[in-house]
């Protein structure tokens, strides 16, 4: 029973993810030296005979050890604390699923450096032990380690030839030859914050080392990425298995290192044309189908806003033509990320400038009265707040057909020939980037307001002067009000005419007072100038006009 309950205790202890283990080992360096390692395999190694690529590890100074009670130092940093949490070492690219081997060796502690006799006796062990794909191996490290990929590999052309790739980061400045990296042809890929203040392991360190190897022009451009901040401690970006911090990830990128392979030409990536667009629209498309890859084919296209407003939203990022939205005025940076089916990639910058919106002003609404029928247009006040006004335009959009603009492409314009009627004239501006913009200004040309209403005698009855015909109020929207005034009685019509004596609207009604009043309804009627006719029995008319707006 306590056998039982044992084993199911220990059954506990083990993690629920299915995944190799970090095994400590050890093996003798050609000078003697004891050299105590992890190796890490997967669970399914055994049952297959498949080839598999190698990582090697250098760890940093602090997880230097006596390589026997103390590798567990190892597990504390980089891709060996990546695997005690549980990666498998598992990627896929381009549809293929691939497992890396990884040995991890300790350093002592009386070395302050990482002495060629460590790497080879990983390489010397790799190859005697393990299903390792020779032309598949990978050396990096981090910090110590990151100057001991230098340091090794930069030592001859024959240590840099064993590799396939070479993944420095944070390295320290152990950089020898970069001749001997160039033309013993591994791919390079470093990592470096730009604030790190470690003095042995500056920024300048790796900047500098990339340049000593690609002056030499190697077959594969030796690459870097540089992270703004970070210090010193950015391993756990650069080895992330994700596309987190990185796209494609460093290990997408070390499946895709291969020594037997033609290496690899890198796409080219074309954000296609700046572009200036209005603030009015606000909207852009980034097209990158033109960019290209002249031996393999785009896996991936990345847009990334680089600079610019906070304003924008990007949609299908991730796709080779994307659009934006919602974007204000000012001056925006795109980049394009291509990466082709060999993990190279490639960049491609655009500009979008989004032109402000002018400002039309055509100024206040305004009105005359005939016989006067001349009204000046003043667009002067219209602005533009990123640049100047290139141009005026003045139309008419509604009212009588009457009418002259003098100078129509002027900002200040008389108009003349005026009619009775509401009249609508559009200033539209246009500004040195394309920007256009419009606004309304009307003009009332009502006719001159009589003393009296006319009261006419039709036949030989008397008619009293104090008459009167009002008409509220005169600039007309949705009702008319008429009130009569007159000592005449008897049967009365109102009758509304247009200008041209049509007869659009008749109220009859009994006048039996000294004063009456009704309303009348205009909303239906069109624009424009209207005269109102009363009738009183058979011997007082009186008439008056009224302006519908």
Same mark, same amino acid.
């Given at each position: ?16 993810? !299915? ?19 992890? $190796? ?26 006596? @390589? ?115 033309? @013993? ?20 360190? /790796? ?15 030796? !690459? ?118 060999? =993990?190279?990639?490639?960049?491609? /910058? ?92 009307? !003009? ?5 307001? =009589?003393? =009296?209403?006319?009261?006419?005698? $039709? $036949? ?13 109020? /005169? ?25 041209? @004596?049509? *007869? ?13 009043? /009704? ?9 424009? !100038?209207? *005269?109102? $006719? ?16």
């Amino acid at each position: 029973m306590r056998r039982i309950v044992l084993i199911a205790l220990l059954s506990l202890s083990i993690p629920a993810f !299915v995944n190799g283990q970090l095994i400590e080992k050890s093996t003798t360096a050609s000078n003697g030296k004891k050299i105590g390692f992890l $190796e890490y395999k997967p669970t399914n190694y055994a049952s297959v005979t498949t080839k598999y690529p190698l990582i090697i590890f250098l760890h940093g100074i602090s997880e230097r050890g006596n @390589g026997t009670t103390e590798l567990y130092k190892v597990k504390t940093q980089g891709i060996p604390k990546n695997i005690a949490a549980g990666s498998t070492m598992t990627f896929t690219w381009n549809g293929k699923t691939e497992t890396f081997l990884v040995l991890a060796p300790q350093c002592s502690k009386t070395d302050t450096l990482w002495y060629s006799f460590y790497i080879d006796a990983m390489l010397n062990y790799a190859k005697a032990n393990l299903r390792v794909d020779t032309n598949r191996i990978i050396l990096t490290g981090l910090s110590m380690g990151g100057g001991g990929v230098w340091m090794y590999s930069s030592a001859s052309i024959t240590n840099a030839s064993r590799f396939a790739a070479l993944v420095p980061i944070c390295g320290a400045c152990l950089m020898k030859n970069g001749n001997n990296i160039a033309k @013993g042809k591994p791919a390079v890929y470093a990592f470096h914050a730009l604030d790190d203040t470690v003095a042995v392991a500056l920024p300048i360190c /790796t900047i500098n080392a990339i340049a000593s190897i690609n002056k030499y022009l190697p077959p594969i451009k030796a !690459v870097a990425t540089y992270y703004p901040t970070g210090r010193h401690v950015i391993w756990p970006r650069a080895y992330d298995p994700t596309t987190k911090y990185q796209n494609p990830s460093l290990y997408e990128w070390m499946l895709n290192q291969n020594k037997k392979l033609t290496p690899n030409k890198v796409p080219i990536a074309r954000a296609g044309s700046d572009q200036l667009i209005q603030a009015s629209s606000g909207k852009a498309t980034l097209n990158g189908t033109t960019s290209t890859d002249a031996d393999g084919t785009i896996l991936r296209y990345i847009w990334t806003k680089v600079s610019g407003p906070t304003a924008g939203v990007l949609t299908n990022g991730t796709k080779s033509i994307a659009t934006l939205s919602g974007l204000t005025a000012g001056i925006y940076k795109y980049s394009l990320k291509v990466i082709d089916s060999r =993990a190279s990639w490639a960049l491609d /910058t655009m500009t979008i400038t989004v032109n402000a919106t002018p400002l039309a002003k055509a100024g206040v609404d305004g009105i005359i009265k005939l016989p006067t029928n001349i009204y000046s247009l003043k667009g002067s006040l219209s602005t533009d707040p990123d640049g100047s006004i290139s141009s005026f335009t003045w139309t008419k959009i509604g009212g009588p057909t009457a009418y002259l603009i003098v100078s129509p492409t002027s900002s200040i314009t008389s108009i003349k020939n005026l009619v009775a009627g509401i009249y609508t004239f559009r200033l539209t501006v246009k500004d040195n980037r394309g920007g256009i913009a419009y606004d309304d200004v009307k !003009v009332t040309v009502s006719i001159a307001t =009589a003393a =009296a209403p006319t009261a006419v005698k $039709e $036949e030989e009855e008397s008619i009293s002067t104090t008459s009167s015909l009002k008409l509220i109020p /005169t600039l007309v929207k949705n009702s008319l009000q008429v009130q009569i005034s007159s000592e005449a009685t008897g049967s009365t019509s109102i009758r509304v005419h247009d200008m041209n @004596g049509k *007869q659009l609207k008749t109220i009859q009604m009994y006048k039996d007072v000294q004063t009456i009043q /009704t309303i009348i309804q205009t909303s239906e009627l069109t624009p424009g !100038v209207y *005269q109102v $006719e009363v009738r009183i029995g058979k011997g007082e008319r009186m008439v008056q006009r009224f302006v519908k707006e």
